[in-house]
C-alpha cells in the first residue's frame, strides 16, 4: 500500500512537471521571436487567468468529492446540479473577465481586433475547458483512476507547449 502511494505521487509530480522542464527547453529557441513588451502581456494576462482560473471553482470543488463519498449513488444528479451553478457562474464571470481584461490590454497593445482575440481564446480555455477537466480529473481520482489522470495532465500540458512553440516559432504570434 505505501509503495503504492509513493508510486502514484511520484507519477503526479513527475508528469505534472514534465510540460515545465519542455517550457524550460524551447525557452532560448522562441526568446528570440519575443520582445520585452510580449513578456509584460504574457505576465499580465497569465495572472488574470490563474486569478479567473481560481474564483472561477468557487469552492465547489471539495463539495463533489463530499456528495461522491457521502452518496455515491446519488452522486450524478447533485454533480449536475453543481455543474449548473458552476456555468451560471462562469457566465456571469465571463463577463467580468471580459471588460477586466479589455481594460488592462487595451492599454498596452492599442489593437482592438487583437485583444478581443486573446480574451476569447482565454474565456474558452481557462474559464470553460479548465472547469470540465478538473471535473474528469476529481472523478478519476475518486475512481482510483490515476493513470488517466497522469494522461490527462501530461496531455494537456504537452499540448500547451506545443502550442506556444508552434504559434510563436512558426507563425511568429507575438504581441509586436
Not at 519575443?34 to 502581456?41: A, E, I, Q, R
Not at 482592438?112 to 470553460?128: A, C, F, H, K
Request: hydrophobic content about 50%; charged content about 10%; some cysteine.
Amino acid at each position: 500500500m505505501f509503495y503504492k502511494i509513493v508510486k502514484i505521487s511520484f507519477s503526479y509530480n513527475f508528469f505534472g512537471y514534465v510540460p515545465t522542464f519542455l517550457n524550460i527547453f524551447i525557452l532560448p529557441i522562441i526568446t528570440i521571436f519575443l520582445t520585452t513588451h510580449d513578456y509584460g502581456l504574457f505576465g499580465l494576462i497569465f495572472s488574470y487567468s490563474i486569478i479567473f482560473t481560481i474564483i472561477s471553482k468557487f469552492g465547489l470543488i471539495g463539495i463533489y468529492q463530499d456528495v461522491f463519498i457521502k452518496k455515491p449513488k446519488l452522486y450524478k444528479k447533485y454533480w449536475s446540479k453543481y455543474n449548473a451553478i458552476l456555468v451560471i457562474w462562469n457566465l456571469f464571470l465571463s463577463v467580468v473577465f471580459i471588460f477586466t481584461l479589455s481594460y488592462f490590454l487595451n492599454e498596452r497593445i492599442n489593437n482592438y481586433y487583437e485583444t478581443y482575440q486573446i480574451i476569447i481564446v482565454l474565456l474558452i480555455s481557462v474559464i470553460w475547458f479548465e472547469l470540465f477537466k478538473s471535473l474528469g480529473v476529481r472523478l478519476c481520482q475518486l475512481n482510483s483512476k490515476h493513470k488517466n489522470v497522469i494522461i490527462i495532465n501530461f496531455i494537456t500540458g504537452l499540448v500547451g507547449v506545443f502550442l506556444n512553440f508552434i504559434l510563436i516559432y512558426h507563425y511568429k504570434l507575438g504581441y509586436k
